[in-house]
Protein backbone atom coordinates (compact mmCIF):
# COMPACT_ATOMS: atom_id res chain seq x y z
CA UNK A 1 0.00 0.00 0.00
CA UNK A 2 0.57 3.62 -0.19
CA UNK A 3 3.45 4.66 2.34
CA UNK A 4 4.31 8.34 3.52
CA UNK A 5 7.32 8.57 5.17
CA UNK A 6 7.69 12.16 7.85
CA UNK A 7 10.56 13.27 9.49
CA UNK A 8 11.72 14.01 12.07
CA UNK A 9 8.99 12.38 14.44
CA UNK A 10 9.96 14.52 17.44
CA UNK A 11 11.99 17.69 17.86
CA UNK A 12 12.69 20.23 20.27
CA UNK A 13 14.26 24.02 19.12
CA UNK A 14 14.91 27.25 21.30
CA UNK A 15 12.38 29.82 21.05
CA UNK A 16 13.54 32.31 17.72
CA UNK A 17 15.09 29.09 15.06
CA UNK A 18 13.70 27.41 12.19
CA UNK A 19 12.73 23.79 12.04
CA UNK A 20 12.06 21.93 8.74
CA UNK A 21 9.86 19.17 8.34
CA UNK A 22 9.92 16.45 5.46
CA UNK A 23 7.37 14.14 4.02
CA UNK A 24 8.20 12.16 1.64
CA UNK A 25 5.85 9.78 -0.76
CA UNK A 26 7.49 6.22 -0.74
CA UNK A 27 5.95 4.05 -3.68
CA UNK A 28 3.68 6.57 -5.46
CA UNK A 29 3.77 10.35 -7.40
CA UNK A 30 1.89 12.29 -4.69
CA UNK A 31 0.06 14.99 -7.06
CA UNK A 32 -0.89 16.66 -4.03
CA UNK A 33 0.33 17.11 -0.70
CA UNK A 34 -1.98 18.66 2.25
CA UNK A 35 -0.12 20.12 5.89
CA UNK A 36 -2.29 19.48 9.29
CA UNK A 37 -2.01 20.70 12.34
CA UNK A 38 -3.45 18.93 15.51
CA UNK A 39 -3.61 20.20 19.18
CA UNK A 40 -4.23 17.49 22.16
CA UNK A 41 -7.80 15.93 21.57
CA UNK A 42 -8.82 17.89 18.85
CA UNK A 43 -8.71 17.43 15.31
CA UNK A 44 -6.20 17.73 11.92
CA UNK A 45 -7.21 21.44 11.24
CA UNK A 46 -5.59 21.94 7.47
CA UNK A 47 -2.86 24.17 6.88
CA UNK A 48 -2.21 24.37 3.22
CA UNK A 49 -2.61 22.58 0.19
CA UNK A 50 0.78 21.83 -2.06
CA UNK A 51 0.98 21.12 -5.20
CA UNK A 52 4.31 19.87 -7.47
CA UNK A 53 6.11 22.74 -8.50
CA UNK A 54 3.22 25.53 -7.47
CA UNK A 55 3.15 27.52 -4.92
CA UNK A 56 1.30 26.23 -1.84
CA UNK A 57 -2.67 27.57 -0.62
CA UNK A 58 -2.70 28.60 2.40
CA UNK A 59 -5.89 27.94 4.52
CA UNK A 60 -7.71 31.51 6.36
CA UNK A 61 -5.62 32.29 9.52
CA UNK A 62 -2.35 30.54 8.51
CA UNK A 63 0.59 32.79 8.60
CA UNK A 64 2.07 31.91 5.11
CA UNK A 65 5.56 33.82 6.12
CA UNK A 66 5.84 31.73 9.63
CA UNK A 67 5.13 28.51 7.78
CA UNK A 68 6.85 27.91 4.48
CA UNK A 69 6.10 25.11 2.48
CA UNK A 70 7.81 23.59 -0.54
CA UNK A 71 6.74 20.67 -2.72
CA UNK A 72 9.65 20.64 -4.74
CA UNK A 73 8.80 17.15 -6.21
CA UNK A 74 6.34 14.72 -6.72
CA UNK A 75 7.83 12.74 -4.03
CA UNK A 76 8.31 15.49 -1.42
CA UNK A 77 6.70 18.31 0.43
CA UNK A 78 8.79 20.46 3.18
CA UNK A 79 7.15 22.61 5.71
CA UNK A 80 9.61 25.11 7.41
CA UNK A 81 8.81 26.61 10.73
CA UNK A 82 10.35 30.00 10.74
CA UNK A 83 11.36 31.79 14.07
CA UNK A 84 9.38 29.32 16.27
CA UNK A 85 7.65 30.63 19.45
CA UNK A 86 6.32 28.55 22.06
CA UNK A 87 2.65 28.98 20.44
CA UNK A 88 3.73 26.66 17.46
CA UNK A 89 4.42 23.83 19.54
CA UNK A 90 2.18 20.90 18.86
CA UNK A 91 1.47 18.06 16.53
CA UNK A 92 2.27 18.09 12.61
CA UNK A 93 1.17 15.91 10.14
CA UNK A 94 1.56 15.88 6.20
CA UNK A 95 -1.03 13.62 3.79
CA UNK A 96 -0.23 12.75 0.45
CA UNK A 97 -2.81 11.95 -2.74
CA UNK A 98 -2.08 9.80 -5.45
CA UNK A 99 -3.99 11.05 -8.74
CA UNK A 100 -5.41 7.31 -9.09
CA UNK A 101 -6.88 7.13 -6.13
CA UNK A 102 -8.92 9.50 -3.90
CA UNK A 103 -7.64 8.01 -0.79
CA UNK A 104 -5.06 9.84 1.29
CA UNK A 105 -2.28 8.30 2.75
CA UNK A 106 -1.16 10.76 6.11
CA UNK A 107 2.63 10.43 7.50
CA UNK A 108 3.06 9.66 10.61
CA UNK A 109 3.45 13.10 12.44
CA UNK A 110 6.00 15.53 13.59
CA UNK A 111 5.65 16.65 16.75
CA UNK A 112 7.00 20.09 17.69
CA UNK A 113 8.19 21.23 21.11
CA UNK A 114 9.13 24.63 21.07
CA UNK A 115 11.00 25.91 24.14
CA UNK B 1 -22.55 24.57 12.15
CA UNK B 2 -19.25 22.73 11.70
CA UNK B 3 -18.90 21.03 7.94
CA UNK B 4 -18.39 17.52 9.79
CA UNK B 5 -20.29 16.86 13.23
CA UNK B 6 -18.52 14.14 15.13
CA UNK B 7 -19.49 12.89 18.87
CA UNK B 8 -16.26 12.86 20.53
CA UNK B 9 -17.11 10.28 23.19
CA UNK B 10 -15.50 9.01 24.73
CA UNK B 11 -17.27 5.38 24.02
CA UNK B 12 -16.13 2.45 25.77
CA UNK B 13 -17.43 -0.94 25.30
CA UNK B 14 -16.63 -4.72 26.42
CA UNK B 15 -14.18 -7.17 23.87
CA UNK B 16 -16.61 -8.43 21.13
CA UNK B 17 -19.03 -5.79 21.36
CA UNK B 18 -20.62 -4.08 17.85
CA UNK B 19 -19.27 -0.87 17.74
CA UNK B 20 -21.63 2.35 16.14
CA UNK B 21 -19.60 5.51 14.90
CA UNK B 22 -21.91 8.01 13.43
CA UNK B 23 -21.02 11.83 11.84
CA UNK B 24 -23.04 14.25 9.96
CA UNK B 25 -21.78 16.90 7.59
CA UNK B 26 -23.45 19.75 6.16
CA UNK B 27 -21.67 20.47 2.66
CA UNK B 28 -23.79 18.96 -0.14
CA UNK B 29 -20.66 18.53 -2.60
CA UNK B 30 -19.23 16.31 -0.58
CA UNK B 31 -19.08 13.12 -2.11
CA UNK B 32 -16.45 11.23 -0.81
CA UNK B 33 -16.17 10.08 2.64
CA UNK B 34 -13.82 8.25 4.74
CA UNK B 35 -12.92 6.86 8.12
CA UNK B 36 -9.23 6.96 9.48
CA UNK B 37 -8.26 5.37 13.00
CA UNK B 38 -5.30 7.36 14.93
CA UNK B 39 -3.53 5.91 17.72
CA UNK B 40 -2.27 7.75 20.32
CA UNK B 41 0.66 10.28 18.84
CA UNK B 42 0.80 8.88 15.04
CA UNK B 43 -0.73 9.94 12.13
CA UNK B 44 -3.96 8.80 10.65
CA UNK B 45 -4.49 5.45 9.41
CA UNK B 46 -7.18 5.34 6.35
CA UNK B 47 -9.65 2.47 7.41
CA UNK B 48 -12.81 2.79 4.87
CA UNK B 49 -13.14 4.83 1.84
CA UNK B 50 -16.30 5.46 -0.03
CA UNK B 51 -17.95 7.12 -2.79
CA UNK B 52 -21.81 8.59 -2.27
CA UNK B 53 -24.27 6.59 -0.59
CA UNK B 54 -24.22 3.00 0.36
CA UNK B 55 -22.57 0.56 1.94
CA UNK B 56 -18.85 -0.46 1.71
CA UNK B 57 -17.69 -3.71 4.09
CA UNK B 58 -13.81 -4.64 4.69
CA UNK B 59 -12.99 -7.52 7.46
CA UNK B 60 -15.00 -6.19 10.45
CA UNK B 61 -15.62 -3.07 9.20
CA UNK B 62 -18.80 -1.52 7.05
CA UNK B 63 -18.93 1.74 5.92
CA UNK B 64 -22.05 3.29 5.44
CA UNK B 65 -23.27 6.84 3.09
CA UNK B 66 -26.82 8.26 3.64
CA UNK B 67 -26.37 11.71 1.31
CA UNK B 68 -30.15 12.40 1.56
CA UNK B 69 -29.66 12.85 5.18
CA UNK B 70 -26.30 13.72 5.63
CA UNK B 71 -25.35 10.87 7.93
CA UNK B 72 -21.72 8.39 7.56
CA UNK B 73 -21.57 5.59 9.96
CA UNK B 74 -18.95 3.19 10.34
CA UNK B 75 -20.02 -0.21 12.65
CA UNK B 76 -16.88 -2.60 13.98
CA UNK B 77 -18.05 -6.22 14.47
CA UNK B 78 -16.65 -8.08 17.17
CA UNK B 79 -14.47 -5.32 18.41
CA UNK B 80 -11.43 -5.83 20.02
CA UNK B 81 -8.33 -4.05 22.24
CA UNK B 82 -6.46 -3.23 19.69
CA UNK B 83 -9.12 -1.49 18.15
CA UNK B 84 -8.94 1.38 21.08
CA UNK B 85 -8.15 4.36 19.02
CA UNK B 86 -9.76 7.32 17.77
CA UNK B 87 -11.96 7.47 14.85
CA UNK B 88 -11.98 10.18 12.59
CA UNK B 89 -14.57 10.68 9.55
CA UNK B 90 -13.78 12.80 6.83
CA UNK B 91 -15.86 14.33 3.64
CA UNK B 92 -14.12 15.59 0.77
CA UNK B 93 -16.15 17.01 -2.37
CA UNK B 94 -15.12 19.08 -5.56
CA UNK B 95 -11.74 19.99 -7.40
CA UNK B 96 -9.55 20.69 -4.28
CA UNK B 97 -9.43 17.42 -2.91
CA UNK B 98 -9.54 19.08 0.39
CA UNK B 99 -10.68 16.98 3.40
CA UNK B 100 -12.89 17.91 6.55
CA UNK B 101 -12.38 16.34 9.13
CA UNK B 102 -14.63 15.29 12.14
CA UNK B 103 -13.54 15.87 15.74
CA UNK B 104 -13.23 12.42 16.02
CA UNK B 105 -14.75 9.93 18.96
CA UNK B 106 -11.90 8.15 21.32
CA UNK B 107 -13.01 4.35 21.55
CA UNK B 108 -11.94 2.07 23.94
CA UNK B 109 -12.38 -1.69 23.91
CA UNK B 110 -12.17 -3.28 27.14
CA UNK B 111 -10.54 -7.13 27.19
Known amino acids: GAVVSQHPSWVICKSGTSVKIECRSLDFQATTMFWYRQFPKQSLMLMAT?????????EQGVEKDKFLINHASLTLSTLTVTSAHPEDSSFYICSARESSFYGYTFGSGTRLTVV | QKEVEQDPGPLSVPEGAIVSLNCTYS??????FMWYRQYSRKGPELLMYTYSSGNKEDGRFTAQVDKSSKYISLFIRDSQPSDSATYLCAGSGGSNYKLTFGKGTLLTVNP
Open chain 1, 50 to 58: SNEGSKATY
Open chain 2, 27 to 32: NSAFQY
